[in-house]
């Protein structure tokens, strides 16, 4: 790619950005967004197909870098001997949760425009792909302990959802709300305590 392409490119990303921050996906005007940049309809077009696709490559490596820490830290403990799972229970989850906040915050721009301004792409569920995982997580670790012999409650299932759901969303307030990092890391650590008491309780173990 030429200097003038990447200068160009750089120029509708910026211009995106903005757009999608101020407006939101749905409501983001094309036309707006070339006009911003300072280039045609047509130049815009050579470079992406639609502005959905301008908005997904704003947010994908950030979006997916996050989520695959996320599984990776939930396979790693799924992976841990069974014996050991219900000791390292709020380790591994506390780590990952910590690393979390850091990568949000080095990227917030890109996870306002995930977390608040995706309605209408592929990511204005992404919170609920989050859900997901840890709601099959939670599933193994319970048929871990009883397959141990450990004596775990029965869930309620929307219960498990409210409780799971809830505690994303929370996560994301920090950046609906523009909270200080420092604010929010705190945040998290109090959420993780929270959590992780209520849950014994709930469990029973």
Known sequence: MSTNDLSTLRAIQSAGKNEFLNKGFHAASLRDIVKEAGVTTGAFYGYYASKEELFRALVSEPANVLLDRFRDAQNRFANLPH??????????????????????????????????????????????????????????????????????????????????????????????HDMPKEQATHFVKELQAFYSAGWKEIMGY
């Open 83 to 176: 014996q050991e799972q219900l000791g390292q229970m709020g380790k591994i989850s506390g780590e990952c949760m910590d690393w979390m906040v850091a990568y949000i915050y080095d990227h917030f721009d890109t996870f306002k425009l995930i977390l608040c301004k995706s309605e209408g792409t592929e990511y204005e569920n992404y919170i609920d792909t989050m859900v997901e995982i840890e709601t099959a997580g939670t599933h193994r670790f319970i048929e871990v302990q009883r397959g141990l012999g450990n004596e775990i409650e029965e869930i309620d299932s929307a219960l498990e959802h409210l409780l799971i759901s809830g505690m994303f969303s929370a996560l994301a307030e920090m950046v609906v």
